[in-house]
């Protein structure tokens, strides 16, 4: 547990939560401010801040969750589909620093846009950086 971590504190029963899923490793309740009716968000016990911060079975445990959770959250909601998501990391929207992925619901009329709707146009990349990066990723995942 973290001092001063919001989601510690719900983790720890200290603020209350509309909790949806619980185990012995995960926790998942409903957001606070939701972006949809039945936004979930889904979060390691442990204090992680980003994704690659959690044990790999950790984060396999959460995505499990998630993955069991989507169909119950899209039809508690009667939702037609829903965004899967992680903002991983300040520069990319976390504002909790404790790893959560969120479930939002969509609707066929709910206005919203697409993951790739958060960028403008994407940068030009030649095939050698494109070659180069590929590789940096290919090595290091190898690890
Ligand atoms: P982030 O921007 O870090 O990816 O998302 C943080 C999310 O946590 C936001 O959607 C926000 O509404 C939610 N949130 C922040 N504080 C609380 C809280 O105390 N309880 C719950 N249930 N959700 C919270
Ligand atoms: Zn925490």
Not at 86 to 112: L, S
Request: contains cysteine; proline residues 7%.
């Amino acid at each position: 547990m973290s001092d001063d971590c919001i989601f510690c504190s719900i983790v720890a029963g200290e603020i209350p939560s509309r909790t949806v899923y619980e185990d012995d490793d995960v926790l998942a309740f409903l957001d606070a401010n939701p972006l949809a009716p039945g936004h979930t968000l889904v979060i390691p016990k442990d204090h992680h801040e980003h994704v690659q911060d959690m044990p790999n079975d950790l984060a396999g445990d959460v995505f499990a969750v998630m993955h069991r959770l989507v169909e119950p959250i899209e039809s508690a909601v009667d939702a037609d589909g829903s965004t899967v998501a992680f903002n991983n990391g300040e520069v990319a929207g976390q504002e909790v620093p404790h790893t959560h992925g969120h479930v939002v619901p969509r609707f066929d009329d709910d206005g919203g846009r697409p993951i790739h709707s958060i960028f403008g146009s994407g940068p030009d990349l030649d095939d050698d950086e494109l070659d180069d990066i590929a590789a940096s990723i290919a090595d290091d995942a190898e690890d």
